[in-house]
């Protein structure tokens, strides 16, 4: 049996997962300091 | 640990350490997983297959860690009632449920070519199973905690007792000898040859510090959110 399409799905679907979660994390971090810096400013 | 209760103590250092915990990762990451699929020879039981592992323990060890952190938060909330530790454990709780998956998906992987099946109800993959499953439900609750606004002592009573499952994933390959191969390495040592094992512990450790970057970043994002509430909230009032 060929390991290779095996080891290039495990590897594809790690490495879309983690940056998927990298960035969602990210943008909602922007966003919400985005926002509490806005409001900070309008005091 | 009380040092950090004051969130913007807390934001002072995480600010600084988010890019360096990502970045550094992210390059261990990049080298340990090139390293795994190009330099790294075939095991001379497993071949080629032995190359998921670098994907597959990293994942394994932050699904257990990352539950074992929202133990840890959960308890300092309850005894301690740590003002950021109900934040730490809800920002571990989606990148922790998704380690748990690809642990479990790339194991799946590797245990087709190796065993010649996706799925058994071994003791190792059911246990792990069930850490996602509280994964699921821990969002879930924690969520619906957070939408009342409450403290949510019920999904930090619901980590604790969560963690109970840690030493079973732990222990399972001992108590039930089943399918699942045995630990490899322990505080003794290793029994995978070094040619092998050195991209798995740079890759470990990359991954570990993306999902520490992955946490400061959620804890930030939390921490502005209710920061944007209490405004408004007392805009409103006013």
């Known amino acids: ?43 | 640990m009380h040092i950090f209760a004051n969130p913007a103590r807390f934001l002072s250092i995480a600010r600084p350490l988010t890019p360096w915990f990502g970045w550094v990762g992210a390059l261990m990451i990049v080298v340990a997983l090139g390293a795994g699929l190009f330099v790294t020879p075939p095991d001379y039981l497993q071949g080629e297959s032995v190359r998921i592992m670098y994907v597959h323990v990293p994942a394994a060890w932050l699904g257990m860690a990352g539950w074992s952190g929202i133990a840890i938060s959960s308890l300092m909330q309850l005894v301690w009632r740590h003002p950021l530790a109900s934040v730490a454990a809800r920002a571990i709780a989606v990148p922790g449920a998704l380690f748990a998956a690809i642990c479990l998906v790339t194991g799946s992987l590797w245990g087709r070519p190796t065993w010649g099946t996706y799925w058994e109800w071994d003791g190792r993959l059911t246990s792990m199973l069930v850490l996602f499953f509280l994964y699921l439900a821990y969002i879930a609750l924690s969520s619906a905690g957070a939408e009342r606004g409450s403290n949510d002592r019920v999904s930090a009573i619901f980590g604790v007792v969560g963690a109970i499952n840690i030493p079973i994933i732990h222990f399972s390959v001992e108590w039930w000898r089943t399918l699942h191969q045995g630990q490899s390495i322990g505080l003794g040592g290793s029994k995978i040859d070094p040619s092998l094992l050195w991209p798995l512990l740079v890759s470990t450790l990359g991954f570990s510090l993306l999902f520490g970057a992955i946490v400061l970043m959620r804890m930030r994002a939390l921490l502005a959110q209710a920061k944007v509430e209490a405004r408004l909230k007392r805009m409103t009032a006013e």
């Open chain 1, 1 to 43: 049996m060929n390991h290779w399409p095996f080891i290039i799905a495990a590897y594809a679907i790690a490495i879309a997962g983690t940056l998927g979660v990298v960035l969602a994390s990210f943008t909602a971090m922007r966003r919400a300091e985005r926002q509490a810096d806005a409001l900070t400013r309008r005091d």
